[in-house]
């Protein structure tokens, strides 16, 4: 009975993370895609402040990589839930009642500390309720349930932008407004039903022989002393027993935890997708449907691009486990990699270079080849498709990496991301957009290499 209770109370913690994940991607999505465009034309204020924004948003979000652990610690998986998605709609609110540039900058702030914590807290969640054996498969379906938000949420914005070829004042306040809405209702479900639970003690990454800690067991079977808890088998006739024991992140012992880890390669080796995760998601997130703008009048096609991308990741996020499966994971990525690398070169050829800072009017600027709507098509769902697969796995391996510290492991990969998040804000007013995709090139390459050969003996 308390092994069905157990069972029970992990998935539908699963079943949590997804929904109040998916609910968050139904409203963040379609917000910041539409942000650049939106400030540019039914306001006074310059688009390049979307970008500014942004910054001030990931700023935050890396603060949250340091106060995420105690605080999550203090007040319990609840609390931090509710808040954390709470704060995303700062950035909402200063769209809809626009006063100045530093009010703007105030709300991103706010919506970076909750949008920080969101990718910490619910990755962490489907981790730590899942098995070995079940993890990468229950990523999958989390990763499923995060691409369902913004293909919903694009959905929505599609159609209510059809015919429009200027974004209005009602056009922005509605999006916005919405979106809010969704986002208190994601708040409410966290608050209620997500519970902590023990983490699962069977997963942690391979120790070495200097992180074995050895219990010394006595005459009655009681471990005379010990470092850690952990499970020992004894025999009648045995005095000693040596275990692996993998050190338990809390206040206490989140120093030793980052030395030990520090120590590792594989530590190092997974920040390193987290550069191509910065400049993909800031090219997918704000340049790409700014740049849409150049190529097309119709605003509809903004919310498309979303629309195709998360039902690309939504497919991926259901296929890619069926390819692991058939092959093994550095095929996928082999895969991911050549279809980032053919969205990228087509986003080359049709844009204008000067298309990410500021909009061009339709048919006046040099491409390479004529554009066409069914180009963004082709390009978001590669990103889209490709991106999902790199998800799934990259979170499956840190989480065998990161072992029982997960909170921990994952604040880390949320500081790195932000920081190269950061520097794709900077790339439009430092060079154009076909700079900025050579660099995506680099990214996306690095990427590849660190998961298939640095950490391949994590990737089965």
Known sequence: MALQLCCDERTKNLIVASVCMSMCMMAVYPASSVQNVALAES????LNVGYYSEIVKYVACILVGFIFHPFYKLVGIKVTAATTILLITGGFWVMIWIVNEAVIYFGYFLSGL???ALWIIWPMTVMDNSEESQAQRNMGYWWMAEALGPTVGALINYFYFQNVT???????VMLYSICCAITVIAALVATITVTDITKSSARHRPLKQDEITYVEIDEKGQKKEYEADVQVLVGKSEEKAGVPSPTQPDETNAAEWFRKMAKTKEFWILLLPLIYWGFIWGYFMKMLPTATASISNRRDMIPLTTLVSGA???????????????FNNTVCIILATVMQFIAITLSILIFPKNAASEIVEVGTAETYIKPDNIYLVVIAGLIGLADSGVSIIYYTVAGRVYGSGTSLGFSVNNNGFCVFYIVSMFAPSLFDLH???YCMFGAVLLMCLSLTVGLRRFMH
């Open 43 to 46: 306001t006074n204020i310059d």
């Open 114 to 116: 909750g949008a920080g």
């Open 166 to 172: 200027t974004i209005s004042s009602e056009n922005r």
């Open 312 to 326: 690309a990741m939504l497919i991926g996020a259901t296929s890619w486990n069926f390819v692991a499966r058939c």
């Open 435 to 437: 700079s900025y995709c």
